[in-house]
T-cell receptor, first 118, second 116 residues
Framework: AQTVTQSQPEMSVQEAETVTLSCTYDTSESDYYLFWYKQPPSRQMILVIRQEAYKQQNATENRFSVNFQKAAKSFSLKISDSQLGDAAMYFCAYRSQNSGGSNYKLTFGKGTLLTVNP | EPEVTQTPSHQVTQMGQEVILRCVPISNHLYFYWYRQILGQKVEFLVSFYNNEISEKSEIFDDQFSVERPDGSNFTLKIRSTKLEDSAMYFC??????????????FGDGTRLSIL
């Protein structure tokens, strides 16, 4: 079974600074997807960024980028130029690539609560 | 932008009672999911649903739980005889089936279930 570990329960960053959230995972599969979801207080989880394991290039979405190290099974999220609206719980998630079936369940980490200080 | 909606936002129920949590997935989505998050713990997969049947379920999803898509829009999770340990936030999600299997799951706001 796959597991996802987020070792930082809480992180804080100054507005306009850069912060990196850590995520490691354990799997025996070679093909899979990795996601970062953001959950603002009392709001729904929103997809921030996704990475296909077969792609060597790190995914980037505006101020959000990942450092995907497949051999190390590491998938960290970097937030550049942090904004007050980035304050949220961030979840790392893993999903198998099972193109022939319907196994699309997500396996989540425990989350990292990010505080952005003005 | 279309959203997954869940009702109620908070449900308080006596232990042993039945509870139904409701979800309206995004209209063109074909895969539906329930997850739960016990306070302070990970978000855990419960069940996935496709083509009017369960496609996968976790060990948590025992006979106490059931899911249903009673009409073309709602997707419900029923807990038959609630226990104290069922207290959690329950999230519904849906995803679009497409050629690209990296289609993300879209989540609702969640229903906080409190068992007394």
């Amino acid at each position: 079974a796959q597991t996802v570990t987020q070792s930082q329960p809480e992180m804080s960053v100054q507005e306009a600074e850069t912060v990196t959230l850590s995520c490691t995972y354990d799997t025996s599969e070679s093909d899979y997807y990795l996601f970062w979801y953001k959950q603002p207080p009392s709001r729904q989880m929103i997809l921030v960024i996704r990475q296909e394991a077969y792609k060597q290039q790190n995914a980037t979405e505006n101020r959000f980028s990942v450092n995907f190290q497949k051999a190390a099974k590491s998938f960290s999220l970097k937030i550049s130029d942090s904004q007050l609206g980035d304050a949220a719980m961030y979840f790392c998630a893993y999903r198998s690539q099972n193109s022939g079936g319907s196994n699309y369940k997500l396996t989540f980490g425990k989350g990292t609560l990010l505080t952005v200080n003005p | 932008e279309p959203e997954v909606t869940q009702t109620p936002s908070h449900q308080v129920t006596q232990m042993g009672q039945e509870v139904i949590l409701r979800c309206v997935p995004i209209s063109n989505h074909l895969y539906f999911y329930w997850y739960r998050q016990i306070l302070g713990q990970k978000v855990e997969f419960l069940v996935s649903f496709y083509n009017n049947e369960i496609s996968e379920k976790s060990e948590i999803f025992d006979d106490q739980f059931s899911v249903e898509r009673p009409d073309g829009s709602n997707f419900t999770l029923k807990i038959r005889s609630t226990k104290l340990e069922d207290s959690a936030m329950y999230f519904c999600a849906s995803s679009e089936r497409g050629i690209l299997s990296n289609q993300p799951q879209h989540f609702g706001d969640g229903t906080r279930l409190s068992i007394l």
